[in-house]
């Protein structure tokens, strides 16, 4: 896979893992500010989308701004729109269930049955792709797979319902394809901030269209629930998710697999310090692992 060319190809190298792992940050506190929130779960995506989407104009036009190529290729037809779309729809779809698979479940399992998705996407760049990851990569996500497995303590697969399990298992799928569409949309030469702006747009719509056919509360009933679904949106989204789109396009996809793992240990983190959910030995261990793994993909 080829990384987009000209002023649309963002960092590369050590730039663009260091973006990715930052990103992955931001998503880390989905779940702490999902458990705030009083509003249902595609409703929080459509907020989320909200609160995000002046910040991801002002990206793509300050990208028109500096870039002729850019703004040139804003008309339809010349930038892939349809992978664009897909992509909204894929991330309507995972911000749904993550967001349902939260309330149904602890954060720490939510996450890590959502941050299964890295696994999938280097299936997929395996299988459909064709990128041939090195050996060390290869080695890197079983350690890190292991973590993940070590992540998720014991008493926590008794807790939260077989719904939420499949919501969180569902999650993982349709990021996965999120992750796909984007990083085809950046590898055909569209530019981050517009497929950001494109994407969570037709994010918003669908998450709407969803709340409105669910008959969810969709307006937040509190000062916290109004402070959480814009912390979705500016950090989990707008920050998180942006910095993400621009770091996929410098880097091959089973690189980005075991870094896109980082926001389980980050969730899990939170979720001790803000609710009381301690990790255990294997836990920390299982952080530790995923950490060693971050480091081995990127010596291979």
């Known amino acids: 896979m080829k990384p987009a060319a000209g002023g649309t190809a963002g960092p590369k190298g050590l730039g663009a893992l260091a973006t990715l ?5 931001c998503i880390g506190f989905s779940g702490v500010f999902v458990r705030f929130a009083d509003v249902g779960a595609s409703a929080l995506g459509f907020w989320r989308m909200a609160f995000a ?25 010349s930038r892939p729109w349809g992978v664009a779309i897909l992509a909204g729809i894929a991330f309507a779809l995972d911000v749904f269930l993550f967001h349902l698979a939260v309330g149904l479940t602890t954060i720490a399992k939510a996450s890590l049955l959502g941050n299964a998705a890295p696994i999938i996407l280097a299936a997929m760049g ?41 919501a969180g298992m569902g999650a993982a ?23 950001s702006l494109v994407s969570s747009l037709s994010c918003a719509v669908v998450c709407l269209a969803l709340a409105l056919a669910l008959g969810e509360a969709i307006v937040p009933r509190s000062l916290q ?24 396009g410098g880097v091959s996809p089973s690189l980005a697999a075991v870094v896109l793992i980082y926001p389980a240990i980050v969730s899990a983190t939170a979720a001790w310090i803000v609710f009381g959910e301690v990790p255990t030995a294997l836990q920390a261990l299982g952080g530790g692992l995923i950490l060693a793994a971050l480091v081995m993909a990127r010596r291979g």
């Open 21 to 25: 792992v930052l990103g992955a940050s």
């Open 53 to 77: 989407l002046p910040f991801l104009t002002l990206w793509a036009l300050r990208e028109r701004a500096a870039d002729p190529a850019v703004t040139g290729g804003l008309a339809p037809g």
């Open 126 to 166: 395996l299988l459909f792709f064709r990128d041939r990851p090195s050996r060390a990569v290869l080695a890197a996500l079983a350690l890190a797979s292991l973590g993940i497995a070590l992540l998720m303590k014991p008493d926590a697969l008794a807790q939260g319902s077989l719904q939420g399990d499949l």
């Open 173 to 195: 799928v349709t990021y996965a394809l999120y992750l796909v569409a984007i990083q085809q949309a950046r590898q055909r030469g569209a530019a981050s901030g517009w497929v």
């Open 225 to 248: 629930g109004w402070l959480s679904v814009m912390a979705l949106g500016m950090v989990s989204h707008a920050l998180g998710q942006g910095l993400i789109t621009v770091g996929l």
